[in-house]
């Protein structure tokens, strides 16, 4: 009897684990975001605004109807609204990008940490995918799933996977991605490898990927951009 109590329990605790998505859920209508950059006190998100003095603007965003800058060595450029961004979206666990591409252009392998993202193209063409985590069997690869995506097409990242969308055709494409976090993150892999300050120490990463240390230090000593 013991055992099935037990067993029910544990039950019940992994449904309702399973049951969240990255952010907690509110405990109010809104708590609309204030500017804490120069609070003493960190909290797990953002500070909430006195209720009575939230306005309208505190959920409005405008400008995802303009086209973003693509003159970079990427040929993308992200628009992110985040809690950042717009206020409102504090405690919500949603956000959300606009997506330009110029011809060929890429946003490069990333992750979003908290997060999970679904894209849907509205121009162009887009070369899509993302790669699962390490298999369990040493034995195994690391599995690639892409797609070909063409206006009205949607396509989902899994939360924290290392994913990419490339522009394969010869016009501008956009894209509008939603994602479950007010503040998803961002991990660029080649920027935050290669990029970092200070460096990651040049041995380490020499036996990481099996090159000559002259091809490391080579990366490093690149400028990587970043489209946000």
Known sequence: MATRLLLSIVILALASSLAYTSDPSPLQDFCV?????????????????????????????????????????????????????????????????????????????????????????????????????????????????????????VFVFPEGLIHFQFNVGNTNAVAFAGLSSQNPGVITIANAV??????????????AFQVDKNVIKYLQGQFWWDNN
């Open 33 to 153: 975001a204030v500017n804490d950059s120069k609070a003493s006190v960190f909290v797990n998100g953002k500070i909430c605004k006195d209720p009575g003095m939230v306005m309208p603007d505190d959920f409005f965003f405008s400008g995802l109807n303009k086209p973003g800058n693509t003159s970079n060595p990427l040929g993308s450029r992200v628009t992110p609204v985040t809690v950042n961004q717009l206020a409102g979206l504090n405690t919500l666990g949603i956000s959300l990008a606009r997506l330009d591409f110029a011809p060929y252009g890429l946003n490069p392998p990333h992750t979003h940490p908290r997060a999970t993202e679904i894209l849907v193209v509205v121009e162009g063409s887009l070369y899509v995918g993302f790669v699962t985590s390490n298999p369990a069997n040493p034995n195994q690869k690391n599995k690639l799933f892409t797609k070909t995506l063409y206006p009205g097409d």
């Open 194 to 207: 290669f990029g970092s300050d200070p460096p990651i120490n040049s041995d380490v990463l020499t036996r």
